[in-house]
């Protein structure tokens, strides 16, 4: 926690500096500062699909149609297992109910990178830690670079330890508690699983993001999808708030109220 404040507070201190000037290295290691953004699909559907209707919101309209996108899976396909593939179809019919971003869940890793929010990374350099801010729940995880860490308990967004390769940033997460989901479209993975992200600037202002999921209990081998992130450059560019916990009381509790 202390770590998470002490970058937190670094992150509203420079966040105006990162905009107006970027060095382009950060005591020699790549600089990765700066609100970054994905500009896909990719979180209704990791696979390719088809615009289509949500059948059970059909009074929406336009404003309710799941728009097209390519697949950002290398091979265009998750490897799952028989039981794995099951249960991914049941999500996909009790969707929404059956996805935690409904409930404002924490997101989980890698799905907090590509969901339709922009997200931060504040690094200090000199072998510090980094810190991933995220617009969606004001959520955060600590990328443990000088010291690496083990998760104390299973949890939403696993423990993350970081290495750099070259001018890559590596980042092998685990100690997930299995509940979160890939996308909107019931793709899952359990508590076993390990994400391995790949974070390459191919310039000042696009990451090039490769994640591979390695997860035994769900794939039948270890697979990997890529996508670029974009750095949002307007002047301005800064974290919104997006507290999404009081959008769902109603749908939680409302069963709950006393009737007069």
């Known amino acids: ?19 107006q000037e970027r060095p382009a290295r950060i005591d020699g290691e790549p600089n990765f500062n700066g609100v970054w953004q994905a500009l896909n699909s990719a979180n209704w559907n990791l696979e390719a699909h088809s615009a289509s209707a949500l059948e059970d919101f059909w009074q929406l309209g336009a404003i309710g149609a799941i ?8 091979g265009g396909a998750i490897p799952y297992l028989p039981e794995a593939a099951a249960r991914r179809e049941e999500f996909r019919a009790n969707w929404p109910d059956s996805d935690p971003e409904t409930d404002c869940y924490l997101p989980g890793i890698p ?10 990374i504040v690094q200090a350099g000199g072998g510090d830690d980094i810190l991933f801010i995220y617009e969606y729940a004001s959520a955060n995880r600590l990328v443990a670079i000088a010291e690496h860490l083990e998760p104390p308990v299973d949890i939403w967004m696993g423990q993350s330890n970081g290495t750099w390769d070259g001018d890559t940033l590596v980042i092998e997460t685990y100690g997930f508690n ?5 996308d909107r479209s019931g793709n899952h993975m359990s508590p076993a ?4 992200e790949r974070l390459t600037l191919l310039t000042p202002d696009h990451i090039d993001y490769e994640v591979t999921i390695a997860d035994p209990r769900t794939f ?23 507290k999404c916990v009081p959008f769902v009381e109603e749908k939680l509790y409302k069963d709950l109220e006393l009737s007069e």
């Open 193 to 196: 699983a390990v994400v391995t």
């Open 178 to 182: 299995g509940k979160a989901h890939l």
């Open 67 to 74: 728009p097209a996108g390519q697949s950002v899976v290398r």
């Open 220 to 242: 039948s081998e270890p697979w990997t999808m890529q996508m670029p992130l974009y750095r949002r450059i307007e002047p301005n560019a800064q974290l919104m708030e997006f």
């Open 111 to 120: 799905r907090a990178n590509y969901m339709p929010y922009p997200f931060q």
């Open 1 to 19: 926690m202390r770590r998470i404040l002490t970058f937190a507070t670094f992150a509203l201190l420079a966040g105006t500096a990162f905009a």
